[in-house]
């Protein structure tokens, strides 16, 4: 059963524009989410998160949206760069402000075209 | 080190070995945490230390499944008696506390033949 679902397995954009990645999940008790990019052989990074008493957090090119009614959440890049290639996790977490025992999902292949 | 150090990188093992694979965490960082990730798959939890206590091993799949960090510092992930579906990325996280950020080490990939 996968509480934290990835649908899409990958996604290519065009340099410069931007990168939409999506993430929705079944469990009402998730109430802190993480994004988290994966280059080839390397361990998963931390990228930005997400508290469930926001609905947007920004960070430079990087913002993540939550809709808590909907149980989904997005990354946007702006602008992608070809740096951003990797493999994108969604991940989110019971406790608040937690990053204990994350739940991940598949994760998306983002590859941004020159 | 400057970052989660885990060793080895690659591990070949034949069905029905033990294996055990090391964590070195950023030094000072008092939570240590285990994932398993399948190809193809995110990463799955599989067990939490707080310093040298075990606070949380919902996660190990089996008995076969053993973690531990007797000094609050290196940890260890046991697997005895491999089997092929234990062929996976082994990834060790630590941070400063239970609330913090993670940083991930780059893995260990244990392929069982």
């Known amino acids: 059963d996968q509480q934290v679902k990835q649908n899409s397995p990958s996604l290519s954009v065009q340099e410069g524009r931007i990168s939409i990645l999506n993430c929705d999940y079944t469990n009402s008790m998730f109430d802190y989410f993480l994004w988290y990019k994966k280059y080839p052989a390397e361990g998963p990074t931390f990228l930005i998160s997400i508290s469930s008493i926001k609905d947007k957090n920004e960070d430079g090119r990087f913002t993540v949206f939550l809709n808590k009614s909907a149980k989904h959440l997005s990354l946007h890049i702006v602008p992608s760069q070809p740096g951003d290639s990797a493999v994108y996790f969604c991940?989110?977490?019971?406790?608040?402000?937690?990053?204990?025992?994350?739940?991940f999902g598949k994760g998306i292949t983002l590859s941004v075209r020159p | 080190g400057a970052g989660v150090s885990q060793s080895p990188r690659y591990k070949v093992a034949k069905r029905g070995q033990d294996v055990a694979l090391r964590c070195d965490p950023i030094s000072g960082h008092v939570s240590l945490f285990w994932y398993q990730q399948a190809l193809g798959q995110g990463p799955e939890f599989l067990t939490y230390?707080?310093?040298?206590?075990?606070?949380?091993k919902s996660g190990l799949p089996s008995d076969r499944f053993f973690a531990e960090r007797p000094e609050g510092s290196v940890s260890t992930l046991k697997i005895q008696r491999t089997q092929q579906e234990d062929s996976a990325v082994y990834l060790c996280?630590?941070?400063?506390?239970?609330?913090?950020?993670?940083?991930f080490g780059s893995g260990t990939q244990l392929s069982v033949l």
């Open positions: 991940a989110a977490s019971e406790a608040t402000g937690a990053n204990s025992k994350l739940t």
């Open positions: 230390f707080q310093n040298e206590a075990q606070l949380d």
């Open positions: 996280a630590s941070s400063t506390g239970p609330n913090e950020k993670l940083f």
